[in-house]
């Protein structure tokens, strides 16, 4: 039987389809599709039937007979907002956006008051940011449903994401005045205080008016409307902290004040109160920076004894006066918080310290208490100045911490006798072997760093987080296998470690698994994580598309407006920068020097391409043993239900080593750097490197600019700059004209309106890789200074007793290699061999 569009069906095969498309809601695509076939037989021609059944096979996976069933509707039914609003589905199910836009736009010329492709449309446009449409299409949506809250908070949202914090408030208040209840009395509590049985999302739609008051600069309105409102709000805690947080931006100190002693008095461990109380009592105290005055740390110190004797059991009391405090009276109160913490065995006690270690004043403090605890307890079990006798594990945990202090400070030998000794003590006290293996970590020992992890996990073997340490410590060993076969013992049976991982968006193990790959020289199985990980923030970026409409649906608002602006700048995470940095660079190694056989065939028979050959040859061989040695990571040919899993086909990562694009595919992960990353320095000098090589002179001078207002005294940017000039000066005649002035205008103030001679010579540096840079610097803008620059590079060197393991291993690599200095480069292995003799870089 045909059928046209003019026709229409019977009633009961229109329930069929009815049946069909909730079949497809409820993901029940097989009876879906037994069921759309049945119709299709009788209506051979039925445009829309043909579109859904391309749609189910879609979603079962055969995304192209999907497409061509789709099309083919299409062209019997163009006329049909169905057909493309089936098309449109598809093509967001492939995140192709934009078809899937021009789809829906197309469905609703044909159906202009169709809700459900509104609302579809509504949602992707949310995802997009297309902030425009949306509030056009908000507008569609009220004027056809002005009697549905959602309605209203939809277009409330699309204004506000718009920047139009009044017009939004506006909404929000034309729908609250057509929609007022018969009575408002409502004001029947709970014996903790707390209002009963109350609208949760009138609450929150009152909650969220007013943040956008606020953010609207409108103060007194939104403290009004808290006031007016608050038998209609359901949290009373969040009701008193937005009041509390409105008060003060007014200036209403006193009033603030009250309401957040009240907050302290119900929770004294929440830092948020501490802080802004004393934000209410003493802004100038609060707003000064460091170091403070000696009355206004007095001043402060008093507001702080006064709370604590209040609240004696509140550990961030204690805790925050240690970062102000200076002299003795920093030294009275961390020693009493110290000997009390000791005393408790409370092993996070170096990682609450730690961030006080970056005033020297206090490490001079520290490094006169912690040995003299260690030296009394051993001596008489009692703490300096005290009769009073500890017990043994005291002492352990005085050790315990003199071994962390040690460690901070570079005395590997010293933490080590310590943590040994707290072992023969207490032989099954696992933070010991984990400290162990952190100051193993420190001194470059990853080895007997991995073993003393093992140690630890064998301990405890149903410790999630000792397992995930431990396979970290094997990755950075280079174990890679021993690393997957670790963290196996958490997954079932036939699961594969490195999949599953990757399912539970484990990015901490992907990353540092691609850093052993690229230790390794398996560059493109490195690279093949990183991407993995760049991955994971794609789906997280995605994942959020459901909410879009379950937020509104549930008027969690406050939370939404959060969501939206957390995943605008999602890739700004330090996991994914940590990543991108590392793909960045080896992209920019790989573009320098390539690894492949054409690479190698070009080279010539002078000692320099020797050498370069046998580089070559030797990473090559590294990547096979590597791949030679992870038979186990291979995909299996069933999953853990028993369905066949999808085979990978470039499991080491082949085809990024043979893309003939590096410099466009590296800008994968600069551009979300540039974009969410702006606040790190190495986001700029990396963009400079990559753009470098691109030749792209503004883009270069923009990177160098943002880099210089974050730290104008930056090694790796001092060379940068040099580079820079010295191309402007080699190229600049080939810039265009506009080119030419914007640079010429820009680049002395780079140069400190200097020559680039003048710039090098005039740099002061105060550390070993600043000096490595200059000298650098001094070899692009003079090569016959190479003799003195090496000088200088050894001589630092010499005098570097504070230089880490990695900038001796960068200045070791540079000597060789851009200096061409073998010699220079064993005197400075010989250095950092002598004040790192564990590190196994060296041996």
Known sequence: MNFTKTESLPAADQKRFNMIVNAYERKLYKKGLKWVDQLIKKYHDYADAISMRGLIIHCMGKKEEGYTAAKGALKIGLSSHICWHVLGLMHRSDKNYVEAMKCYKMALRLSPENQQILRDLCLLQTHIRDLDGLKATRHIILASKPSQRVSWVGLAIAYHLLGKHDVAVQTLQAYEDNDKPASTD???????????????????????????????????????????????????????????????????????????????????????????????????????????????????????????????????????????????????????????????????????????????????????????????????????????????????????????????LGRTESALKHLEDGIAHTPTLIELYTAKGRVLKHAGDYPAAALALETARDLDTADRYLNGKCAKYQLRAGRITDASATVKFFLKENEEPVEKLAEMQCMWFETERGKAFAQQGDIGRALKQFYLVDKQYNDIHEDQFDFHSYCLRKMTLRSYIKLIRYEDTVRGHKFFFRAATEAIRLYLALHDKPLNAAAEAVLGDSAEDKERKKALSK????????????????????????????????????????????????????????????????????????????????????????????????????????????RVAANGATYQPTVSTVINQALPELLNKQTPKQFVEAYKPATLLQVLRNAEARLLVDPASKSQAIKLVVDAASKASDATIETFSTVQNALATTFGDKASATVVADLARKQYPRATLWK
Not at 629 to 645: L, V
Not at 693 to 708: G, V
Request: with cysteine.
């Open 619 to 726: 990473q090559r061989r590294a990547q096979q043993k590597a791949q030679a040695a992870a038979p186990t990571e291979k995909p299996a040919s069933k999953d853990a239900s028993g369905k066949d899993k999808k085979e990978d086909k470039d499991a080491d990562g082949a085809s990024y080593l043979q893309s003939t694009t590096l410099l466009e595919d590296v800008m994968t992960f600069v551009r979300p750097l540039q974009q969410h990353a702006t606040q790190h320095i190495e986001t700029h000098l990396l963009a400079f490197e990559v753009y470098f090589r691109k030749n792209k002179p503004l883009l270069m001078l923009q990177s160098l600019k943002r880099a210089q207002r974050i730290d104008a005294n930056n090694a790796d940017l001092h060379k940068a700059i040099v580079q820079f000039a010295l």
């Open 186 to 408: 409502v004001t029947t509590y709970d014996r903790d205080g707390w209002p009963k049985a109350l609208d949760f999302e009138k609450s929150e739609m009152l909650m969220y008016k007013v943040q956008l008051l606020e953010e609207g600069g409108r103060i007194p309105e939104a403290i009004a409307c808290l006031d007016k409102n608050k038998a209609l709000i359901s949290d009373l805690r969040a009701w008193k902290e937005q009041r509390g947080a409105l008060l003060l931006k007014q200036g209403n100190r006193a009033e603030a004040e009250d309401i957040f002693r009240g907050l302290f008095d119900e929770n004294p461990n929440n830092r948020n109160y501490l802080t802004t109380l004393e934000s209410c009592v003493d802004p100038a105290g609060v707003q000064t920076g460091a170091p403070l005055d000696e009355s206004t740390e007095l001043r402060r110190l008093a507001f702080y004894d006064e709370l604590a004797a209040k609240y004696p059991r509140s550990n961030i009391l204690q805790r925050l006066q240690l970062n102000f405090a200076t002299g003795d009276r920093f030294q009275s109160r961390v020693d009493a918080y110290l000997q009390r913490r000791i005393r408790k065995g409370v092993p996070t006690l170096f990682t609450d310290i730690r961030s006080l270690y970056a005033d020297p004043a206090k490490v001079a403090v520290f490094d006169k208490l912690i040995p003299a605890y260690v030296a009394s307890l051993t001596a008489s079990q009692t703490f300096p100045g005290s009769s009073a006798k500890e017990t043994s594990d005291v002492v352990l945990w005085a050790k315990f911490l003199a071994a962390m202090h040690d460690d901070k």
